[in-house]
C-alpha cells in the first residue's frame, strides 16, 4: 500500500517537482481523480497551514474532505497492547483507527512528540499505528520526527526561485521561549540532501540533530560562517536531540536572523516554514523585506499535497 510518510516514499524527486510545476499551472487538471472518494485529517494538535493547504488540495483533486481535531472533537485515545482501559481512554487507537479507514479512502494524521522519551518519540507509534490498522494509505501530515509535506513544498519553494543549479541552502537554528520538535529540521536536511542540493546546518553547540538526517550536510556552531555566500537562509528553532532530550539548552539572542545577518549572504531568501515568533526568532525587517519568500513558500504547501495526494489516487 503507498504511503507518504518520509522523503523515501518519493523516489523520483525531478519527476515530483515536474509534476509540482504542472499541478501550478492547471490546479484542476486532476478534478476528476478525487471523485466520489474523501480524504480524512486526524489532527491530534494545532494547525492552520498544513490543515488549510491540505484541504484545499483535495477540493482541487475532486475530493471529499473530513477534519477531525482528535484532542478536542473526540474520544480520548489509549495505546500499546494489552493495555487495561481502566482510566480516562474510551477506546483503543487500532479500533478508532480501523474505523476511520472504513470511512476514508486516504487519511492523514498530525501527531506530535511529547519531547520525554526519545526511543518513544522516535519510534513514532501513532503513526505506524494508523499505517498498520488503517487498511488505507496514509499521509503525515508531521509526525514526531518528520514533516515531510513542508519539506516537499520547502523544495518546491528553492526550485523556484534558485538562480544556479545548486544553490547554497543554510538550515540556522534560531531562538524560541518554547522546546520544540525536531521534525522540521530532520525533515528539511533529509529533502534536501536527497535532492542533491548544497546544505550547512548552524546550530550552537548540544543542538546536534540525529545523524540519519544530517549525513552529507556542512555541520557549523558559527552561524556568521555559515551566512556567508548563502543563497537560501531557512530559519527553525529546535529543542536539544541528544543530551537533555527536548530541553531548551540556549537562549542565545545573537542567533535572532537580523537584516545585519543577512548582508552576509549572496543576497538569500528568507523562509521559514510558520508560525513564526517575530523579533524572537527573525526580526520584522527580515520577514517583511523584499528576500522574504514566506508567503509563497506558504502557498506551495498546497502544491505540495495536491502533488501526494494525486499520486496516491492515481495508485489506488
Ligand atoms: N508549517 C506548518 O506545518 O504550519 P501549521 O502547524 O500551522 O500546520
Not at 472518494?37 to 482541487?60: E, V, Y
Request: glycine fraction near 4%.
Amino acid at each position: 500500500m503507498p504511503h507518504f510518510l518520509s522523503v523515501r516514499d518519493v523516489p523520483d524527486l525531478p519527476q515530483f517537482l515536474a509534476e509540482a510545476r504542472a499541478v501550478k499551472q492547471t490546479p484542476f487538471a486532476w478534478s476528476h481523480l478525487g471523485r466520489h472518494k474523501t480524504l480524512g485529517l486526524i489532527f491530534m494538535n494545532p494547525s492552520l497551514r498544513t490543515r488549510l493547504s491540505t484541504q484545499r488540495a483535495a477540493q482541487n483533486l475532486g475530493l471529499n474532505c473530513m477534519v477531525l481535531n482528535t484532542d478536542k472533537d473526540s474520544w480520548k485515545m489509549a495505546t500499546g497492547e494489552g493495555v487495561v482501559m481502566n482510566g480516562d481512554a474510551a477506546e483503543h487507537i487500532k479500533d478508532a483507527v480501523a474505523v476511520m479507514g472504513q470511512y476514508c479512502e486516504i487519511l492523514g494524521v498530525r501527531s506530535f512528540p511529547m519531547l520525554v522519551n526519545r526511543e518513544e518519540d522516535y519510534a513514532e507509534n501513532t503513526l505506524h499505528d494508523f499505517v498498520r490498522y488503517a487498511g488505507v494509505p496514509i499521509v503525515s501530515l508531521e509526525s514526531a520526527t518528520r514533516h515531510p509535506l513542508q519539506s516537499a513544498a520547502d523544495l518546491i519553494t528553492i526550485e523556484q526561485y534558485k538562480t544556479k543549479p545548486r544553490p547554497k541552502v543554510v538550515l540556522t537554528w534560531a531562538p524560541h521561549p518554547r522546546a520544540l520538535p525536531q521534525a522540521v529540521p530532520n525533515s528539511f536536511a533529509e529533502w534536501m540532501l536527497a535532492a542533491g542540493l548544497d546544505l550547512t546546518i548552524a546550530h550552537p553547540e548540544g543542538y546536534e540533530l540525529d545523524t540519519q538526517f544530517t549525513a552529507g550536510a556542512t555541520l557549523t556552531h558559527d552561524q556568521d560562517a555559515a551566512f556567508r555566500g548563502a543563497d537560501f537562509i531557512y530559519a527553525k528553532n529546535w529543542s536539544s536531540y541528544h543530551d537533555e532530550y527536548g530541553h531548551i539548552l540556549s537562549r542565545d539572542k545573537n542567533w535572532m536572523i537580523t537584516p545585519a545577518k543577512m548582508q552576509l549572504t549572496n543576497n538569500a531568501k528568507f523562509m521559514h516554514c510558520l508560525p513564526v515568533r517575530r523579533n524572537v526568532v527573525v526580526a520584522d525587517a527580515v520577514l517583511d523585506g523584499p528576500n522574504s519568500i514566506i508567503i509563497p513558500q506558504a502557498a506551495n504547501r498546497v502544491v505540495a499535497a495536491q502533488v501526494v495526494l494525486k499520486r496516491l489516487l492515481e495508485q489506488i
